[in-house]
């Protein structure tokens, strides 16, 4: 199941941005969907992430900052965030777990750039 991933590029320390990852087909339900981080030298992080029945989770570092969304008709998970900070800086991936005739893999989008730099 394609993952596509749209938003990113550079915004200024206390800045807004979104991102949103579609994943297209059919024939399949998503489990849950989110996005990811790495930076530089760092291990690919969860941000944020959101069921089938919207409920969301969030790391320490963006809470009260992101807020991650879904619209199943179009199968797509949007992820606002504000206030960002120059440690937000990362290639930031879709990632989600997605049953297809009965079987549940993981899939991930392409990654996006998020430089946040004044």
């Known amino acids: 199941v394609p993952l596509q991933a749209f938003g990113g590029g550079l915004v200024q320390p206390g800045g807004s941005l979104r991102l949103s990852c579609a994943a297209s087909g059919s024939a399949f339900s998503i489990v849950h969907m989110g996005w990811y981080r790495q930076a530089p030298g760092a291990q690919r992080e969860l941000v944020a992430r959101?069921?089938?029945?919207?409920?969301?989770n969030y790391a320490d570092s963006v809470k009260g900052r992101a807020t991650i969304s879904r619209d199943n008709a179009k199968n797509t998970v949007y992820l606002q965030m504000n206030s960002l900070k120059p440690e937000d800086t990362a290639v930031y991936y879709c990632?989600?777990?997605?049953?297809?005739?009965?079987?549940?893999?993981?899939?991930w989008g392409q990654g996006t750039l998020v430089t946040v730099s004044s």
């Open positions: 959101i069921t089938s029945d919207c409920g969301a």
């Open positions: 990632g989600a777990l997605i049953r297809v005739r009965g079987s549940c893999s993981y899939y």
